[in-house]
């Protein structure tokens, strides 16, 4: 099992991410990474706008478990 | 029980019967329902609490902590996300007092879940139990309502203007006599194959006399074992973890 470092990691990664992908604008996301999961097909399905932010949403909710994991690892 | 499998079923529940008792709310009122919406409801609804569950554990603080959390994010998709429905058409449950809504109903549903299986109180443990079988049963009929229009080929915005009130309050009626029905079974009998029996007969047969829908019907059958499975599956796994 991970100890509050790797949380703390994991935390923090996700928070980055889901926050880049949820608070920042549509446009500024495209013009800096058209690579980053824009226009392109996964299975057959076109990644839109509201797939990015549900994507952001996802890593926001890792992002806060993680903390919550690391306030109850030092409760102990 | 493995402790995944048992964390799986109970955020399902949880997930479910909120989903179910926020949709019932919405219907009542006027407000639209439609399939990509509580899609993303229940995705963002079922990851919060099963990560909360999982890694954090099942109790009271978890309980209020998850049922502010759930509610807060899935407000905080909504905020950034685009609109897909037309708004001025259909009202979508999109303003922040919804929040304080979704938490309140979060509540209900996931202490209903939790009280089952960790209650003292036997009046307490077979409400939690009437609350959640009968909502997770409905909350998968409410799916398959609004598959089965996707499947059909109805448009999003008919499909929303499809689905009223009246459409849910059938199954809400029987589902509720059923698992009512299947509790008094259980203290009569004290058999568990003979409550579920007469939980998902009851429930199936009252919506083939409602809707003349066989298929409905025999969903509605399975629905109610399945709800049945999960429920006794998650206490036992939880009494089994205390």
Known sequence: MMEKKGWLALGLAAGIIGSFYEFVPRKTIKSISEFLLFDIDVLGHRIRHNDLILLGTVMLIVSFVSFYKVYRLMRK | ?242
């Open chain 2, 1 to 242: 029980m493995n402790k995944f499998y048992s964390n799986f079923l109970f955020s399902i529940a949880v997930t479910a019967v909120m989903n179910a008792l926020d949709m019932t709310y919405h219907l009542a009122t006027g407000w639209a329902v439609h399939l990509n919406y509580v899609a993303i409801k229940l995705t963002v609804i079922f990851l919060s609490t099963w990560m909360i569950t999982q890694f954090i554990g099942v109790g009271k603080e978890e309980g209020i902590v998850a049922s502010i959390f759930g509610p807060f994010i899935f407000y905080v998709y909504y905020v950034f996300a685009g609109a897909t429905l037309n708004r001025e058409i259909f009202k979508i449950d999109e303003q922040f007092w919804f929040f304080f809504l979704h938490a309140a109903l979060m509540l209900i549903a996931y202490f209903s879940a939790w009280s089952f299986a960790k209650s003292k109180g036997s009046a307490i443990r077979t409400a939690g139990f009437a609350i959640t079988a009968s909502f997770f049963a409905l909350a998968l009929d409410a799916l398959l309502i609004m598959v089965k229009w996707r499947l059909q080929g109805v448009e999003e915005e008919a499909a929303a203007g499809l689905f009223t009130f009246s459409v849910i309050l059938t199954p809400l009626l029987s589902f509720t006599a059923g698992i009512l029905l299947g509790i008094l079974t259980d203290k009569l009998t004290g058999k568990h194959c003979t409550d579920v029996l007469a939980a998902a007969a009851v429930s199936g047969i009252s919506i083939l006399v409602f809707t003349k829908d066989i298929s409905h019907a025999a969903f509605a059958f399975a629905f109610v074992c399945i709800a049945y499975y999960a429920v006794h599956s998650y206490k036992k796994g939880l009494e089994s973890e205390a």
